[in-house]
């Protein structure tokens, strides 16, 4: 539309609450609809886009995607996005300068780098997040990579062949492979840790953990085609590096032990797509190594070479972090090299709705939903519910997937309505516990599983809810 004026980005921010009116962004189109939200459908779930871009939670919500909604959205318009408002506000001298712009539904535990997640009830409500509200985890700055001139190495120690692929050999010479697959973060749920004693990491809480389909080439295929067979190379380990790097010029890098490498072989994708998309800068573009099972830290992003070796990848991140120490092990006695990196994670589950603090609707039952994954492509075979803090248990509905019990790279979603205790007073203790296919269990309470690095939080999901009396 012509005539209208135009706003930056950074303007339509501003107007995320009533007191400002409420503005969204659709492409290219400005959007008060201050006055449309007591209108809505879909309730105040709308004010999650407040200030930015709605595009995001029409693509979960399929419901959208009809020509009246575009029309009456049309009427709401205001004006345009300017063009340049994208670059307005970069500042040189600032190695973040050029980290793209996040979706502002995600909630930062750190601006620089940028680490931030989803909110639960979001994280919930699509099986395959979305790429804007997949959480991100970045250790130093997104590097800027042009696709022209990206190059993935694979080499060998001591080997003096090289072979270089480009981001065009990738996609046409080897057959396109995809799996849905999470990235959980070694992190996830920290902020449960700190509650015993503190703990060094960023604060995250249950929702550093996202699932997508990617698609790219099979590590695999890419060996085979350098050369490399994987089943009888003769190397310990495979290192794979990331292109983005610290001040001192180290990047980050992460690698796994051969034999994992050998049974997933199959399964690890250097991936170009995320959800049918490209990968978005924040997660990886334009590729990045996926390892279904496996901690997020080895699932390195902007990934630029793969070299098989005896030894392990030297990178801080592989050495002096991502490992579980018991909980009298501190700062003062730590020995990183005591113990192996994490790898496969542990059985996990979170309840997403209802969050902590609301107000149930009934005083009789709850409905309660969640997620529940293991590593190394454990399936979940159970999820236990308790509304009197893990006395009595009920079981949850698991939501069908196509996934093959000892290959369920994805999450599982789950359900569950219990009554509520009669003696309740005006509050509740909800609880969700898995089994995966091991019949590993999560432990009943934090305490027992902290450690100096807040990692590996998979204790029983204790949410404190309110009663209507
Ligand atoms: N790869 C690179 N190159 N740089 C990073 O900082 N972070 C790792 C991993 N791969 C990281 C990386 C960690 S710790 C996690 S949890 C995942 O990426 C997060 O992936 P996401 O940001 O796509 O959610
Ligand atoms: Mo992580």
Redesign the pocket.
Known sequence: KKGLPTYSLEEVAKHNKKENRIWVTYKNGVYDITDYVSNHPGGSRILLAAGSSIEPYWEMYAAHKQEEIYEMLEELRIGNITEKSKDEQKDSSDPYANDPKRHVALKPSSSK?F?AEPPLSLLRHSYLTPNDL???????PV?VIDPKKYQLTVTKVGSTKQVNLSLEDLKRKFNKKSVVSI?????NRRSEMVTIKPVKGLNWGAA?I?NASWAGACLDDVLKRTGIDIETVDAKHIIF????ADPTGH????SIPIEMARLLKKDIILAYEMNGKDIPP???YPV?VIIPGV?????????NKITLSDKESTCH?QQKD?KGFHSSIDWHNVDFTSVPPIYELPVQSVICEPEAGSVLEDDEEVTIKGYAWSGGGRGIVRVDLSADGGKTWHSAELSPTEQPLYKTYAWTFWEGTIPLPKDHKGEVEIVCKAADTAYNVQPDNVEGIWNLRGVLSNAWHRVPVKVPK
């Open positions: 780098p680490n997949f959480f991100v985890r970045n250790h130093l590097p990235v959980q973060c070694a992190g550093a996202s590096d990331g292109a983005d990047n980050y890098g992460a924040d997660h990886g990045r901690v997020g830290a080895r699932q390195v992003k902007w990934l991140w991502y």
